[in-house]
């Protein structure tokens, strides 16, 4: 494995944790009535590679499920960066 690969392995898992640590900080401070992180945060975290992270936080923490673009938009991006995940990874 090239250096590239491995930065390319390192930021996907990365994004994933924080993707997933997102959803579940966030589900956390709705049940507690608290300052919420806004939906631009938990798209734009899901959309620069933590979409797998995200739609999973989104399935363990039961949250967003109900809201039409989350629940049909993180899968869709899951699709789609794990496409452009093998494509790099064959490519580079």
Same mark, same amino acid.
């Given at each position: 494995? @090239? &250096? *590239? +690969? &491995?930065? !390319?392995? *390192?930021?996907?898992?990365?994004?994933?944790?924080?993707? $997933? +640590?997102v959803?579940?900080? @966030?589900?956390r401070?709705a049940?507690? %009535?608290e300052?919420r992180?806004?939906?631009?945060? *938990?798209w734009?975290?899901?959309?620069?590679?933590?979409?797998v992270? &995200?739609y999973?936080?989104?399935?363990?923490?039961? %949250?967003? +499920?109900? %809201?039409k &673009? $989350?629940?049909?938009?993180?899968? !869709?991006? #899951?699709?789609?960066?794990c #496409? *452009? $995940?093998?494509?790099l990874?064959?490519?580079?």
């Open positions: 494995m @090239d &250096a *590239l +690969t &491995a930065i !390319l392995y *390192l930021y996907a898992v990365i994004i994933n944790i924080i993707g $997933f +640590t959803m579940g900080r @966030d589900k401070k049940e507690r %009535h300052y992180i806004s939906e631009r945060v *938990l734009q975290v899901a959309i620069v590679g933590g979409s992270g &995200a999973m936080g989104m399935k363990v923490f039961r %949250h967003k +499920t109900k %809201h &673009a $989350f629940a049909i938009g993180f899968p !869709l991006l #899951v699709i789609v960066h #496409v *452009l $995940f093998i494509w990874n064959a490519n580079l």
